[in-house]
T-cell receptor, first 112, second 117 residues
Framework: GQNIDQPTEMTATEGAIVQINCTYQTSGFNGLFWYQQHAGEAPTFLSYNVLDGLEEKGRFSSFLSRSKGYSYLLLKELQMKDSASYLCAVRDEWDSNYQLIWGAGTKLIIKP | GAVVSQHPSRVICKSGTSVKIECRSLDFQATTMFWYRQFPKQSLMLMATSNEGSKATYEQGVEKDKFLINHASLTLSTLTVTSAHPEDSSFYIC?????????????FGPGTRLTVL
């Protein structure tokens, strides 16, 4: 079956670094995506990984290990506005519509 | 680039009425659009996938006669909730398949909060 796991909730301090993990078991793999969703709003695209390794984009980085079925999102220099849910999603290789399989999301709480 | 609009942002209606939600890709053509619903503190739940000019593909458990989807053009898809009931109250979000650098991904509209009285 298709399964994506990520922690339900995490807490971190403003200015610190936090790593949100995601593990997946899917029938195929054609890329992993991270989205940010603030409460009451729609998700916004953050990053995409399809090859092993680290992709850096400003304060946010995303890592992928396909052999381990594992990814993480790393957020540096945390700001209060980073308080949001972070969704991990995988694109199944066989889906021509580019449907995404979604994790339940990790709610990140930033404390001053 | 890759902006998706959704209208209305919020709607309150009486039980038994029908509500239409529009989803538009503003600066790109979207051959595929997706409709999701999300209950408070829960994850996104895919309702259906629609391709321009063809019938939508509904996920298991989603009633196609209740949630009518029309994808008439490359920039517009509509979701009509027919004979809405209080249990249909939810946050409905559309997304459109668009290009970002190396790959296609989904870009989301701002969502529509539906409250059925």
């Amino acid at each position: 079956g298709q399964n994506i796991d990520q922690p339900t909730e995490m807490t971190a301090t403003e200015g610190a670094i936090v790593q949100i993990n995601c593990t997946y078991q899917t029938s195929g793999f054609n890329g992993l995506f991270w989205y940010q969703q603030h409460a009451g709003e729609a998700p916004t695209f953050l990053s995409y990984n399809v090859l092993d390794g680290l992709e850096e984009k400003g304060r946010f980085s995303s890592f992928l290990s396909r052999s381990k079925g594992y990814s993480y999102l790393l957020l540096k220099e945390l700001q209060m506005k980073d308080s949001a849910s972070y969704l991990c999603a995988v694109r199944d290789e066989w889906d021509s519509n580019y449907q995404l399989i979604w994790g339940a999301g990790t709610k990140l709480i930033i404390k001053p | 680039g890759a902006v998706v609009s959704q209208h209305p942002s919020r709607v309150i209606c009486k039980s038994g009425t029908s509500v239409k939600i529009e989803c538009r890709s503003l600066d790109f053509q979207a051959t595929t659009m997706f409709w999701y619903r999300q209950f408070p503190k829960q994850s996104l739940m895919l309702m259906a996938t629609s391709n321009e000019g063809s019938k939508a593909t509904y996920e298991q458990g989603v009633e196609k006669d209740k949630f009518l989807i029309n994808h008439a053009s490359l920039t517009l898809s509509t979701l009509t909730v027919t004979s809405a009931h209080p249990e249909d109250s939810s946050f409905y979000i559309c997304s459109a398949r668009g290009r970002t650098g190396r790959t296609d991904t989904q870009y989301f509209g701002p969502g529509t909060r539906l409250t059925v009285l």
